[in-house]
Every structure is written in C-alpha cells, then in structure tokens.
C-alpha cells in the first residue's frame, strides 16, 4: 500500500526515534492468528532512498512502504469478515468509509487517487502515538471521529478498497508524526537489528521474521487455479475414484534464486517430484500445482502426502507438508 496522502494530512518522515523506552504496547489489529489464518506479506521499508529493505535487511517489504500488511488466506475469508481491532486504546481522529472492494489492479490507479488508504481509521494514542488502519471493507467502519476507543474494539473489517490487490489490513504506526516500525522501534538506521517490538510480549513468538511462507497450501482431486484457491476452492476431499490426486502451494516473499520443489506420495511412494528453476527475481506471490491423473484400478487406500520446500543458498527456509487419507484408517484386532 502507498502513503496515505489526503486523509493523513501528514508527511510520512522516515526518521525512526533514538532506541529508548517504548511508551506504547500494541495488540494485533486483526482478529487472526499469524501463521494460521493470516500472514505478514510487507513490513515497513527501512531502506531510505536506497534499495527497500526490511528490518532486518531482508526483502519482505517495498520501495516507501511505511506500514505492516497483515493478509488475510483468501478472498473467501474477506468475505466472510475478519474484523480488524484497535491496536490500543486511545481517540478516533478521522475516517473513510464508502469505497468498492475492487482491486486496483481493476479500478486502475487514477480511480483512488489521493485515496491510497481506501477506507480508513486514524486513531490517537498517548504519548504521541498514531495508528492509521487500511484498505477497510466498504461500509464496515464501526467508529466516528472523536470516540474513544479500547484495545481490542473492532473498528472495521479487512477489505480490498484503495491501493491493493489482495484483501489486508495496512497499520501504519507513528510516533509524533514519524512514521516507525512497530517490529523494531528505536532501531539504528542502517542496522539489520535492534530496537524494540511494540507489540505486546505475549504475542512476539507467533510474530518471528520470515522471508518466505505458505499461504495456502493443500492436496485435491482435480486441479485448480490461484484463482479459485481465492475463492475457498481446492478443499473437496480425495476419493477412490478421484480423477487425480494434485498438490498445489501458494507461497508469498521468496527470493531472487530460492528453489522450490513439491513432492506428492501415496501408499505406494512417490506420485510426483518436482524442483522449479531458481526464481529469477524475488517474488511477493508465488503459485504451484503438480499432480497425476487416476491410474486404471482407482486410488488405492492409505495416506497420500504434499511436501513443499523451499531452499535459499543451500538451507531449507521453507518446509511445509500436508496429508490426508483415502478409505479408512487400519484397525487393529478385536478384543476378546
């Protein structure tokens, strides 16, 4: 998401304050569960007027990004509502409301001009705290300028209005009008680490750095596209007589040169092995289906498995597998 130009009113400076005390604790402003029914696919761009880079000088981030994107699976779990929460307590300054959850890609960039932001919430905080909540669902703002809100208080759900093509909640924080990394407050220009998460303790561990994850991953019967994995497709169980049995990855902030590599198994061993080439750039979203056709005598019954990693100079950062069973599980012998 670009910097939110009209609604803001104020310039996104990228000065980060010196390391110190954070005066501020930051619950997750979406009601998900990182790793499980959401992502982080940006973090804030530390950059300057080099090369972006994130926080700790990876590439999960672009050129003048001033905020987190927290990604919701897919476009069928924007659909069904995820709520998005005040981070923290504190007063409504402004908001926006009334704008389609239509991609950008479709609308075209001159549609939302001056509304990059989409459907917004701007909310003040003590100690001169600020955080600015993106890309809300059209009609789901739930707060007025001037009401006080609690942490946790659902303010809107996540959309696809604005500057995105994927339905996410776009935090901005800033402090005294500074725009800074809630993941590392108080880090020194340039560093690759340090500084201090302004997110609350508890949450830290699910919150790790990743360059590189799965965003939806699973086997099914027949093949099926990124497209309809958006739709909530791609669940529909495998049978006997399934007419194939595909694997298929979506993954999102993989690297120039990592490897991915797909592996589907069945009770006999292995269905199919693929290894793609090195990526040639890195990549926001990647997308992958492998799979075979129904042998003449059906699918036989047992465990049938998905293996998906993905090496980066000759270490596996990500290693994800999924399974499932056709007919049913082996009893043992009945008792006397």
């Known amino acids: ?36 029914t959401c992502e982080i696919q940006h973090y804030v761009d530390h950059g300057g007027g080099g090369d972006a880079k994130d926080f700790r000088c990876g590439t999960v981030t672009y050129k003048g990004h001033n905020g987190t994107d927290i990604r919701v699976l897919t476009m069928a779990d924007e659909r069904r509502g995820v709520d998005i929460l005040a981070a923290a307590p504190g007063r409504v300054l402004r908001v926006r409301d009334g704008m389609d959850d239509v991609s950008v890609a479709v609308l075209g960039h001159d549609a939302i001009k001056d509304r990059d932001c989409g459907n917004a919430v701007i909310i003040a905080h003590a100690d001169g705290f600020q955080t600015d909540y993106c890309h809300m669902a059209k009609g789901s703002v739930a707060v007025k300028p ?57 949450l ?36 006997p007589d399934s007419p194939a049995v595909l694997a298929y990855v979506r993954a999102i902030d993989l690297r120039r040169g990592d490897i991915q590599r797909l592996v589907v198994t069945g009770p006999g061993g292995v269905l199919v092995d693929r290894s793609e080439p090195p990526l040639p750039s890195n990549k926001d979203q990647v997308f992958m289906g492998i799979g075979r056709r129904r042998p003449p005598g059906g699918w036989g019954p047992g465990i049938y498995a998905a293996h998906y990693t993905v090496t980066r100079d000759g270490a596996a950062v990500v290693d994800r597998s999924v399974e499932t069973r056709i007919g049913s599980a082996p009893t043992g012998p009945s008792g006397p």
């Open 1 to 36: 998401m670009k910097p939110f130009t009209v609604l803001l009113a104020l310039a996104a400076a990228w000065l980060f304050p010196a390391p110190g005390r954070a005066e501020v604790v930051l619950d997750w402003p979406v009601a998900c569960s990182v790793g499980k």
């Open 146 to 202: 001037g009401d006080s809100v609690k942490v946790d208080q659902v303010i809107g759900r996540v959309g696809l209005s604005g500057d995105t093509e994927f339905p996410h909640l776009h935090i901005t924080v800033r402090h005294d009008g500074r725009v800074v990394d809630p993941f590392a407050y108080g880090q020194p220009e340039g560093a690759c680490a340090g500084g201090t998460s302004l997110w609350r303790a508890d």
């Open 204 to 239: 830290q561990p699910s919150l790790a750095y990743k360059n590189g994850t799965v965003l939806n991953f699973g086997l099914a019967p027949t093949a099926v596209t990124v497209e309809q994995v958006d739709d909530g497709a791609g669940r529909d169980p495998l049978a």
